[in-house]
């Protein structure tokens, strides 16, 4: 275990804390509790992309004509045009400069915060980038080439049941009853209480081995691994070099992780 590692350990049980806090100083104005909740995740990630990276809060818009719903945490690339207003919030954000798009919600143990949040996270995935991150480009198929032209979209939460087939039913329910195709689902989701879910698949960023939603706990590491499946995500803008933190983290443990075929099943027949 490395220095980085332990850090990321130390600091999800400081998240865990200040999403704690943040209740108590909010309480009874759900709103307060909200954005004060945002305001500790917009500092976690800012350590970790630091200046010219922005943290921002808004709406996305792309060049089609398209503009997504306020996402609460948005990682906007150095390439970005610097459209901060007076307020140091963004009075334009485009879908080019958007490296991800991360939907916070307190917890995931409700059908309608999670309806919420993939609903979110949907209106994110119907823009398109006119341009994509994407080096060496020769060695890529068409799919991925077209991959690289959406936001990606991830889930962020503190905690969600216990009996994991219970959040995967809801979001596969969801899913199923909007006929809420592939392409227009969610890439990850992250929980603190060590819960995290990948869309796997060979049309999405990560295939797992598996075709539909794959899940593990992480525990303590939650945070770590989320920072390794990011750093394989392309970002916005071609990098000349690999994201650093990914030299400092392992690949996820091959064991320990689960899936409900069943609801895999009806989750991939949406559409067809």
Request: hydrophobic share 35%; net charge neutral.
């Amino acid at each position: 275990m490395n220095n980085l590692q332990k850090i990321l350990r130390i600091q999800r049980n400081e998240l865990i804390s200040d999403f704690d806090k943040a209740s108590l100083e909010g309480q009874g104005t759900p709103q307060e509790v909200s954005d004060r909740r945002e305001n500790y995740l917009h500092n976690f990630f800012r350590n970790y992309f630091p200046y010219p990276y922005q943290i921002a809060k808004g709406n996305i818009s792309d060049s089609f004509g398209n503009r997504s719903n306020s996402i609460d945490i948005l990682i906007i690339n150095p390439s970005h045009p610097h459209t901060l207003a007076a307020n140091n919030m963004y009075s334009f954000i485009v879908a080019e400069g958007v490296d991800y798009a991360i939907e916070l919600k307190p917890s995931f143990n409700n059908k309608d915060e999670i309806e919420r949040a993939l609903t979110q996270i949907q209106s994110v995935k119907l823009l398109k980038r006119a341009t994509d991150g994407l080096l060496l480009r020769n060695s890529l198929t068409e799919e991925q080439k077209l991959l690289a032209l959406e936001v990606p979209g991830i889930i962020f939460s503190d905690k969600t049941y216990s009996n994991k087939r219970n959040l995967i039913e809801k979001i596969v329910d969801f899913y199923s009853r909007e006929s809420i195709p592939l392409n227009l689902q969610f890439d990850l989701l992250c929980c603190l209480d060590g819960t995290f879910v990948v869309n796997s698949s060979k049309h999405k960023h990560f295939f797992l081995n598996t075709d539909g939603l794959i899940f593990n706990d992480f525990g303590d590491d939650v945070l770590y691994y989320l920072f390794h499946f990011m750093c394989n995500i392309p970002e916005s803008t071609p990098r000349l070099k690999k994201n650093m933190l990914s030299h400092y983290i392992s690949q996820p443990p091959v064991e320990g992780w689960k899936i409900f075929q069943d609801l895999n099943i009806k989750l991939r027949r949406i559409g067809n």
